[in-house]
């Protein structure tokens, strides 16, 4: 259940460092987004973690846990999503190519389930990712855009 989404940031690539994966703005692009629950000293660097409350149901939550496995700063940033003790997992890519101030970026994502029986979940959440990450992820690129504006 890959999938991929290209899109343009019109900032450099420590834009996207300083005013979008900055703790305090992490995943606040998401709507279902809820607050911070943890985050490491050192995200996102590899090894750190980042813990965050995401809504699920009405007043329903679950945490959603993010530790990065592999980061080149400025050109790779692979992270293991899990949530609900590995009914979900995803294995999240974003590769930055700058360009003359722009960022150029890729989003990878392939979800999948500790479980088998998690499976038709995880293909019911593959569904509606794909129509709600390219609207966070516009979101995600007015929020460093505006930041590195001013």
């Known amino acids: 259940m890959k999938w991929t989404h290209r899109f343009r940031i019109d900032a450099p690539v420590e834009a996207?460092?300083?005013?979008g994966f900055a703790p305090d703005r992490w995943f606040s692009f998401y709507k279902?987004?809820?607050g911070l629950d943890s985050v490491d000293d050192h995200w996102p660097e590899e090894g750190?973690?980042?813990a965050v409350r995401y809504a699920l149901l009405g007043p329903l939550t679950v945490q959603v846990k993010q530790t990065v496995v592999e980061h080149?700063?400025?050109r790779l940033l692979r992270m293991r999503?899990?949530?609900v003790g590995?009914?979900?997992i995803d294995r999240i890519a974003f590769e930055f190519a700058p360009e003359n101030g722009a960022t150029d970026v890729t989003l990878r994502l392939d979800p999948t389930s500790r479980w088998f029986w998690g499976l038709p979940l995880v293909?019911?959440?593959w569904v509606l990712g794909a129509f709600m990450t390219p609207s966070a992820m516009q979101?995600?690129?007015a929020m460093v855009e505006n930041a590195s504006a001013t």
Not at 16 to 19: A, Q, T, V
């Open 81 to 83: 999503e899990e949530a």
């Open 139 to 141: 979101r995600f690129r």
């Open 86 to 88: 590995g009914l979900w």
């Open 123 to 125: 293909a019911l959440l």
């Open 72 to 74: 080149q700063r400025g």
């Open 16 to 19: 996207l460092y300083e005013n």
């Open 48 to 50: 750190s973690s980042i």
């Open 32 to 34: 279902a987004y809820r």
